[in-house]
Nanobody
Framework: QVQLVESGGGLGQAGGSLRLACAASGRTLNMYDMGWFRQAPGMEREFVACINWNADVTSYADSVNGRFTISRDNAKNTVYLQMNSLKAEDTNIYYC???????????????????WGQGTQVTVSS
């Protein structure tokens, strides 16, 4: 069983930046695709970004494409989400997730992920 712990959330300014980190323990991540999702109160959890096992493929939701960057450091067993040009609508709880396996692309569907962190709150003030 893998444990995922997100950090780096908090209060950001519109137009500013935040960097989230997801540290894993209990299992190495280097053979799994990883993803970031977000969820607002009363809303469904939505895809934000994913990265495949060897970091040569990434994919982003249209709403964050060009502003957010997902990356991973397999040596540190950590995945990152660099969030730039923040907008008020980026305010959400952000979750890190491990996919069931690796792929040549990366998984955008929430059903492909079977391990989740506890989430970290990101609040963007305008």
């Amino acid at each position: 069983q893998v444990q995922l712990v997100e950090s780096g959330g908090g209060l950001g300014q519109a137009g500013g930046s935040l960097r989230l980190a997801c540290a894993a323990s209990g299992r190495t991540l280097n053979m799994y695709d990883m993803g970031w999702f977000r969820q607002a109160p009363g809303m469904e959890r939505e895809f934000v970004a994913c990265i495949n096992w060897n970091a040569d493929v990434t994919s982003y939701a249209d709403s964050v494409n060009g502003r957010f960057t997902i990356s991973r450091d397999n040596a540190k067993n950590t995945v990152y989400l660099q969030m730039n040009s923040l907008k008020a609508e980026d305010t959400n709880i952000y979750y890190c997730a491990k996919a069931r396996m690796y792929s040549s692309t990366c998984y955008r569907a929430i059903g492909e992920y079977n391990d989740w962190g506890q989430g970290t709150q990101v609040t963007v003030s305008s």
